[in-house]
């Protein structure tokens, strides 16, 4: 049975988690899309660090192995920061791979042009896993919300701070104490500046924003400000009016017009975000159809995040093989 292979860039936290999520759930991946699905290789900066954990033959540190072989036809990406991440995916569709994202900086910077390439060599771009951690909030947009205009988003997209802001709440710890305890359980990077500064949040929502609206607002007019200044006793002052503190980013379009903001804000208990806690993120819609829907789920870790690749790998194979099916059917009947 021919298998599916895929070219994997990067193996760190993400990287990780998307390959050992395919080896255990290889038996559902068979039943699911019919054939086996293999890394075949694995894009790598520095091998010797990564032979312990995977097989050195699979192991490389040039890219265009990945993109001259034939027998690989969707690519993941899993690296952190804008380059070599953007060049390494234009080449990859260029070369006809589909291609799978999880890089939320690099997506907010090129997601126009590489949705747009993919368009042109029509090829599949998955990117579900670069904005709602666990929550498959671009596929519920894409198939469920076909008809509802979507007014206003307003979401908690960012695991870390939120979790920083749950444990200085209820466990009175500061703000340096939470973050500290965050690295610990691997919640947080041991650069935590783009999560605690509202930069991770900023660019989940302009990802979300040109999904929505095809554009975005000018990032000079975005308001970011993030968690590092907030004291427990301004949390506990809150609580004891039964009000909480969440990191939000907001997005709507008012009169043809867009308006962003990524910032703490105090909300009351009749909130649709307010006891969302811990690492989760939630996102709100408010449409002028179905009305509020709000979406749930962990939002960060490797394993949320390998669920959102692992469904986009599905959901590209099942749109080929599809394709495939349907170009047969016409060379049958022509």
Do not use: C
């Amino acid at each position: 049975m021919k298998k599916i292979q895929i070219g994997l860039f990067g193996f760190g936290t993400v990287g990780k988690g998307v390959f050992q999520t395919i080896q255990t759930h290889q038996e559902t991946l068979i039943k699911r899309l019919g054939k086996p699905v293999e890394i075949s290789k694995i894009v790598v900066e520095n091998m010797d660090k990564h032979e312990d954990s995977v097989n050195k033959e699979i192991l490389t540190t040039n890219f265009r192995e990945v993109l001259n072989d034939p027998e690989i036809d969707i690519v993941i990406e899993a690296i952190v920061g804008i380059e070599p991440a953007a060049t390494y995916l234009k080449k990859a569709l260029q070369a006809g791979k589909h291609v799978i994202t999880a890089n939320k900086e690099m997506f907010a910077h090129h997601g126009k042009e590489l949705k747009s390439l993919a368009e042109e060599a029509d090829l599949d771009i998955g990117y579900e896993a670069t904005t709602g951690g666990g929550i498959p909030i671009i596929q519920t947009i894409n198939q469920l919300l076909q008809v509802n205009k979507i007014r206003k988003v307003s979401a908690i997209l960012n695991g870390t701070s939120n979790y920083i802001l749950t444990e200085m709440r209820i466990n009175g710890l500061s703000f340096n104490e939470a973050l500290t305890q965050a690295q610990k359980l691997g919640f947080a990077e041991t650069d935590p500046t783009n999560d605690v500064n509202g930069w991770d949040s900023f660019y989940k929502l302009m990802i979300l924003s040109e999904l929505l609206f095809a554009k975005q607002p000018d990032w000079e007019t975005v308001k970011r400000v993030g968690i590092d200044k907030i004291t427990t006793t301004r949390i506990n002052k809150l609580q004891e009016k039964n009000k909480r503190m969440k990191l939000l980013a907001t997005l709507e379009l008012n009169d043809g017009k867009l308006h962003a903001y990524v910032e703490p804000v105090v909300l009351s208990e009749t909130h649709s975000l307010f006891a969302v806690e811990g690492v989760e993120n939630a996102i709100a819609l408010e449409t002028d159809l179905l009305g509020n829907l709000t979406l749930t789920g962990p939002g960060a870790g490797a394993l949320p995040t390998a669920s959102a690749i692992i469904e986009d790998l599905s959901i590209i194979f099942k749109n080929k093989w599809r394709s495939e099916l349907k170009s047969q059917a016409t060379v049958i009947g022509s």
